[in-house]
């Protein structure tokens, strides 16, 4: 007969004793994977790359990113009409 040191093995694994039972603990932030394309306009492409702080941030930490990078977007697009526009080129006075 075996002692209670030697417990008998039936087969089965104690570790196979069903799905695990569901955690109502929080889950921790994770990156979404969305590509952040170049534009190729460095003040875009900066605001862009903020985005990825939102990764890594809980779901109530993303509205403060997601209006940062809508504010800079905005000012960018704002600078592109503050800019001087070309001088226009002399006119000639071709005359023969």
């Not at 993303?62 to 960018?76: A, C, K, M, S």
Request: aromatic residues 2%; glycine residues 8%; hydrophobic residues 30%.
């Amino acid at each position: 007969m075996p002692g209670p040191d030697t417990a008998q093995h039936d087969g089965t694994d104690e570790t196979d004793a069903g799905p695990p039972a569901p955690s109502f603990d929080p889950v921790p932030p994770a990156p979404l994977g969305v590509a952040r394309t170049p534009t190729g306009h460095a003040g875009v492409d900066a605001r862009l790359e903020r985005l990825a702080d939102a990764d890594h941030l809980a779901a109530d930490g993303h509205t403060e990113v997601y209006e940062d990078v809508h504010r800079g977007l905005r000012d960018e697009l704002t600078a592109l009409d503050a800019r001087p526009a070309p001088a226009p080129t002399p006119a000639h006075d071709n005359r023969s």
